[in-house]
């Protein structure tokens, strides 16, 4: 057509800009215009301006006006590289105009791809504060854009897997509305679990934040201390169906809520926790208690990832002594009766002499006495004796025998101790 012939020609215009959501929907407010793209009528539909064809450029504010010969069919279209043509959504305009017309509105909208990149945040104090010195990131580990909302990663759903520093990209998105999510191990707490995030055309985000920890460990063993030294040998025994529990308020009573496992079979245990100072204590089978460690109680200040292990508790048996003290009113050293209120005691420290801290018991109205609770072992046992009283028998002054746990000696039940002896003259 010889353009030049006014009378045989018509113009089609618009404005060529940027579909930042990619809606293809009429230009936005906010949407950028797009100068300097070249418009042209695609006679030979190559999808590009060749020789010959009509063709123009957008000017700065994104519009273009074309002149064409009237009564001709004409496929109008945009070059825009690397991006998506939106609006129109079949990408041209076909279109055969009368002499004289001027067909306005013509619009192309393009977008291109968006990018959203960030962080899986390793938050090792379960704080909430990421980036902390010390904290680095997770990976590898997966991370998805929940299309669905359903907080499970789908076969179809966007997935990336994080660097070592738990970084994370994910490239060539549609501009829209996504959820960045990971994909939490079932050994993780989750602090962040997702993101939500809009990106428009050509945007290029990097800021976003997921973050966990991974959830510490203390982890140890519950024996029986054979010989109640509170040093676990290698043939102490295990100790199963043990309480072992977190003391959160470190009172030294399981309370309701407190996490707790039970010792295995091989006595061997493993508490998940939370990061901070961390107490963990054992509740004592009745007739046992803990000779190990000190206190039985394993402080420890944990953060995400420890696992700390060698935990150990020793329990035993606890022993019971028991007797009769007599009153040998003529000093034969046989027994001419119970004798009650008197004072018996455990000598642990053989000096012969009651002292604060040993245990202590008053014979019944029928003289008997018995001591509880006593660590297995050897004890002595004696008779703190009233002024002008003197003792009779044993000949050592007191029984000597060696305790077993959870058993009370013979001697101190069958063999009656004659203790107490008539008053001096």
């Known amino acids: 057509m010889d353009l030049g012939n006014q009378l045989n020609a018509a113009t089609v215009s618009g404005v060529v800009f940027d579909d930042a959501d990619a809606d293809g929907a009429a230009r936005e407010g906010g949407e950028a215009a797009r100068g300097g793209r070249v418009v042209y009528d695609d006679v030979n539909a190559s999808f590009g301006p060749d020789a010959g064809e009509a063709q123009t450029t957008s000017g700065a504010d994104g519009l273009y006006t074309l002149t064409l010969e009237a009564?001709?069919?004409?496929?109008?279209?945009?070059?825009?590289?690397?991006?998506?043509?939106?609006?129109?959504?079949?990408?041209?305009?076909?279109?055969?105009?009368?002499?004289g017309e001027v067909v306005a509105g013509r619009d192309f909208g393009s977008w291109a791809v968006a990018t959203?990149?960030?962080?899986?945040f390793d938050d090792r104090d379960g704080d909430g504060t990421l980036g902390e010195a010390g904290e680095g990131g997770h990976g590898p580990r997966i991370v998805y854009l929940d299309l669905d909302g359903n907080g499970t990663r789908g076969d179809d759903e966007?997935?990336?897997?994080?660097?070592?520093?738990?970084t994370f990209t994910f490239p060539g998105l549609t501009p829209g509305?996504?959820?960045?999510?990971?994909?939490?191990?079932?050994?993780h707490v989750c602090i962040v679990c997702s993101a939500p995030v809009t990106v428009r055309s050509d945007d290029d985000l990097s800021a976003v934040a997921v973050a966990s920890y991974e959830?510490?460990?203390?982890?140890?063993?519950?024996?029986v201390d054979a010989n109640a030294d509170g040093v676990i040998d290698a043939g102490d025994q295990p100790r199963a169906n043990v309480v072992v529990y977190v003391d959160?308020?470190?009172?030294?009573?399981?309370?309701?809520?407190?996490?707790?496992?039970?010792?295995?079979?091989?006595?061997s245990y493993s508490l998940t926790v939370t990061p901070g100072t961390r107490v963990a204590r054992i509740v004592n089978p009745t007739g046992f208690v803990c000779s190990h460690p000190a206190g039985c109680r394993h402080s420890d200040v944990l953060l995400?990832?420890?696992?700390?292990?060698?935990?150990?508790?020793?329990?035993?048996?606890?022993?019971?002594?028991?007797?009769?003290?007599?009153?040998?009113?003529?000093?034969?050293?046989?027994?001419?009766?119970?004798?009650?209120?008197?004072?018996?005691?455990?000598?642990?420290?053989?000096?012969?002499?009651?002292?604060?801290?040993?245990?202590?018991?008053?014979?019944a109205g029928d003289g008997s006495y018995g001591f509880a609770g006593l660590r297995p072992g050897t004890h002595t046992v004696r008779v703190d004796l009233a002024d002008g009283w003197t003792l009779s028998?044993?000949?050592?002054?007191?029984?000597?025998?060696?305790?077993?746990?959870?058993?009370?000696?013979?001697?101190?039940?069958?063999?009656?101790?004659r203790s107490a002896g008539s008053p001096a003259p």
Do not use: C, M
């Open 304 to 363: 995400g990832g420890d696992a700390l292990t060698s935990r150990d508790f020793a329990i035993h048996e606890t022993a019971t002594i028991a007797g009769v003290v007599h009153e040998d009113s003529d000093a034969d050293g046989d027994s001419d009766g119970p004798s009650a209120g008197r004072i018996v005691y455990v000598d642990l420290d053989g000096s012969g002499t009651r002292n604060d801290g040993e245990p202590t018991q008053t014979t």
């Open 215 to 223: 959830s510490p460990t203390i982890s140890g063993r519950v024996v």
């Open 248 to 267: 959160g308020d470190d009172s030294g009573t399981k309370q309701d809520g407190e996490a707790s496992v039970t010792s295995a079979a091989d006595g």
């Open 71 to 99: 009564g001709v069919q004409h496929t109008i279209r945009v070059v825009e590289s690397g991006r998506t043509v939106s609006r129109p959504g079949a990408g041209e305009y076909v279109f055969t105009p009368a002499i």
């Open 177 to 187: 509305e996504y959820v960045v999510r990971a994909d939490l191990p079932a050994d």
């Open 393 to 417: 028998a044993p000949a050592a002054g007191g029984h000597t025998r060696r305790s077993r746990a959870g058993r009370a000696p013979r001697v101190a039940t069958s063999r009656r101790g």
């Open 116 to 120: 959203i990149a960030g962080r899986w």
């Open 158 to 166: 966007p997935t990336a897997t994080t660097d070592p520093d738990g």
